[in-house]
């Protein structure tokens, strides 16, 4: 007949206690030795850019604004990856920004780069409009856009 590992627990249980207190004490040792920062500073944010192109139907958009946009962008340091969005009239490009990277940096240098791409957007659709959304404050944002302001929205606002 073969002994297994729990009949020694069984036959001596006083050894049973005093393994399980062993463990319980090295586990509570590690746990109050383990240097922890309670909030660490993370920085997770992204950038939104929105064109609007009123009466261009999703392809245009796509071919006229969605792509010029994403490849300007895409050469700015700190980009992890882009997502965009064509729709009826309206262009959005998500740039997600690499973790810890400075999202005031990444705003200067896309509306940089949205300046000089604004040349090859079609004349009737509205200047890009920026936005940075973090991660941390996902409702709140910074907006940065041209001065230019259409006609449309002008008589809508009054």
Known sequence: MRKSFTDIFIK????AIVV???IVLMGW??????????????????????TVYFGAGAETVRGFLTTPIERSV????????????????????????????SSTAALAEVTARLQQVRSELPSEAEPPAVEV?????????????SSRSSPRCRASSA
């Not at 001596?12 to 050894?15: A, D, S, T």
């Not at 959304?133 to 856009?145: I, K, M, N, T, V």
Request: aromatic share 4%.
């Open 20 to 22: 399980n207190l062993v």
């Open 133 to 145: 959304q973090r991660a941390d404050r996902p409702y709140a944002g910074s907006r940065a856009r």
């Open 74 to 101: 895409s050469a700015i340091s700190g980009v992890d990856y882009i997502e965009s969005t064509s729709r009826a009239g309206v262009s959005t490009v998500t740039v997600h920004l690499k973790l810890n990277h």
């Open 29 to 50: 040792r590690a746990l109050t030795t383990l240097p922890v920062q309670q909030y660490p500073k993370i920085e997770s944010s992204s950038v939104v850019i929105t």
């Open 12 to 15: 001596h249980p006083v050894l």
